[in-house]
């Protein structure tokens, strides 16, 4: 993407976009060698900050095109053509054949629509984006669907159109695009409850209750997203009074609405990777078991040691409901409704005990992948004994071979480790002032609330 003051329009600037985003609006942009101020706009009309509305600038396109009407035949030639689509060509063309008056383009029908020259000339340029980008793949559509505006009254509708395939690339290309409305959602609730600087894990459940059978797992992913996009940003207080993203200060100038900043490639994230991609002949470290633990766990990194109570919550009553879902698609299958919504089996000890099981389990693979290593002292010396007591699959391999795949995975074993051990301590800390029975018998009465009010009116036991 390019800066619209005090740089170059050929100066790229690098952020959470994907490569082809940015290829596909480096190659408008070049080929009309737009000026700074066009080359800001159309960053801006594809990343979806204008304002007020996202989908202004297709809109303002579908209709000028419609106004334009049968005074240019020719006109997947006059869009695609830079020299042909300037302001002062497009002008010279159309002043006097279409629909025009003193300042630029006019259309009475179905609503009252003007636009200038220089905006005709930039809806050019959005509409060439759509037809080029993602290697022409909407070409064939986007021109079909600038056929049908022989008639205004279809102009409403092709604007529709094209904001759907501007949405979906925006989806596709723009990794962090999809998040604007869950931080509009969450901003909005924590600025009524009066913690826009911090907020607590009851908020989270709070905020949970307000939706509409939302899964609570869901929710908790969704400000853990949160909460990593704010960290990108450098800090909360980044993100304070915008209620969506581009009211941050100095956002469209500068352009980032593109997306957020790009996430960093997370070591937790690249640690689950490893283990949960391993080829069919590697070493069996992890059973599925001990696999879905670690991932469900791990995947709400920071949360897991941060937020520990959360976590807690999101895996002992995420559980539960997902069985009364479940059970209400199925009608039948285990225990019936008024026991699941009980939700009896919630137990965060138990939680604990097999985190702290799983720990143990990571460390001992740990310590055999340092002792094929050829590390020496007391952590060898545990590696090999676990080595010879170990019966998994392919930790039998002959030595040199085994030593070869623990080395591939060994760092992904020491963040998972790492990162689990700081889950158990985080918790282990929370016993300590809250004792963990206390802690779940509250929330056990509160969820169980919860759950009758979403699914027990009306639904058959």
Known sequence: ????????????????????????????????????????????????????????PLWDAAHGIAAVGGAAPDLVDLILDPYLSSAGALRARLEGVASTDAKGLILGDPSPWHGSWSGLARSFALLEFLMTADELSHFAEVTALLDTLGDPAAAPDVARRLAVMMTAYRAQHMPLAPVERRFHAIRGFLR??????????????????????????????????YDRVSAELGALTALQGADRLSGIDNWEDRLEATTLPDTAIRSVDQALATLSDLATDAPKVLTGAERDTLTALLSFDPFHNRRPVTVLRALAFGRIQSGIGNRLRRGSGGPDLPERIACGEADYAALLAKAQTLTAHL???????????????????RGEQALRRMRRAGLDAPRPDLAKRMAAIDAALATAATELASHCAAVADLAQRVPLTDLVERDRAHFSAAFAALYLEGHPA
């Not at 609570?216 to 400000?223: D, E, G, P, R």
Request: aromatic fraction near 8%.
């Open 1 to 56: 993407m390019w800066f619209g003051d005090g740089m170059s329009a050929n100066e790229p600037i690098t952020h959470g976009f994907d490569e082809t985003c940015a290829a596909d609006v480096a190659a408008v942009i070049d080929a009309r060698d737009a000026p700074p101020a066009d080359a800001a706009w159309l960053a801006r009309a594809v990343a979806g900050a204008s304002r007020p509305s996202r989908d202004r």
């Open 192 to 225: 009524q409850t009066g913690r826009i600087d911090g907020y607590q894990d009851d908020d989270i459940v709070s905020f949970w209750q307000q939706g509409e059978d939302a899964l609570f797992t869901t929710v908790v992913a969704h400000f853990v997203t």
């Open 363 to 381: 460390k001992t693979c740990l310590a055999i992948a340092l002792a094929l290593r050829g590390a020496d002292g007391e952590v060898a010396v």
